[in-house]
């Protein structure tokens, strides 16, 4: 079945120390996104990709950093410099044009 | 400044009621796609509705319609008969399209989401 995995499920980090979220994506969809929410509220962009070796900063990108090597991952790091961290991490993705996003399932991330 | 705003934190509905949640837009560009997407207790996000701005008649998918009124710069989503099931985060999102160096860009923005409960 063709889906969106984020792995892993549940992710805890001590301060000070940078992690790697991982995104992939069968659906052969040009764009991938990550977004951040936190509790009781929306998402927020964080980083866009349209194409490989092209991303967009989004709303939110100060602390965090992405690339995107190949067309089904869009991994993203959450450095040191991300002052607030601990949040829910929304991977998603689409064809160009009016299509929806299609989302994987999450990662919540915790640093303590 | 806000561009999907989604003014009820919470809604209250019996059970195989009719209720309508709201969402207001702003943007200057002719070309956007307006979503709504349903969030669980599980934090999944499940699109339900889909509007384009140059769609003449306003979306339905089963249970689910989109009342979109252009010159208002609304898209309230109604969902028909509540069940017990349709209890999460309803979340209302835009989509506007830009061009930037020879490559179509997309950027989906959401608004801030109202927490449905249905009753028994």
């Known amino acids: 079945d063709g889906g969106i995995t984020q792995s892993p499920k549940y992710l805890f980090r001590k301060e000070g120390q940078n992690v790697t979220l991982s995104c992939e994506q069968n659906?052969?969809?040009?764009?991938m996104y990550w977004y951040r929410q936190d509790p009781g509220q929306g998402l927020r962009l964080i980083y866009y990709s349209q194409i490989v070796n092209d991303f967009q900063k989004g709303d939110i990108a100060e602390g965090y950093s992405v690339s995107r090597e190949k067309k089904e991952s869009f991994p993203l790091t959450v450095t040191s410099a991300q002052k607030n961290p601990t949040a829910f991490y929304l991977c998603?993705?689409?064809?160009?044009?009016?299509?929806?996003?299609?989302f994987g399932n999450g990662t919540r991330l915790t640093v303590t | 400044a806000q561009k999907i705003t989604q003014t009820q934190p919470g809604m209250f509905v019996q059970e195989k009621e009719a209720v309508t949640l709201d969402c207001t837009y702003d943007t200057s560009d002719p070309s956007y796609g307006l979503f709504w997407y349903k969030q669980p207790s599980s934090g999944e996000m499940i699109f339900l509705i889909y509007?384009?701005?140059?769609?003449?008649q306003n979306a339905t998918e089963g249970r689910y319609s989109l009342n979109f009124q252009k010159a208002r710069k609304s898209a309230n989503l109604v969902i028909s008969a509540s069940q017990l099931g349709d209890s999460a985060m309803y979340f209302c999102?835009?989509?506007?399209?830009?061009?930037?160096?020879?490559?179509?860009?997309?950027?989906?923005?959401f608004g801030q989401g109202t927490i449905l409960t249905v009753h028994p």
């Open positions: 509007q384009g701005s140059y769609d003449q």
């Open positions: 999102a835009m989509r506007e399209v830009y061009n930037a160096g020879g490559t179509s860009y997309g950027k989906l923005t």
């Open positions: 998603a993705s689409t064809y160009r044009g009016d299509s929806p996003l299609h």
């Open positions: 659906l052969n969809h040009d764009a």
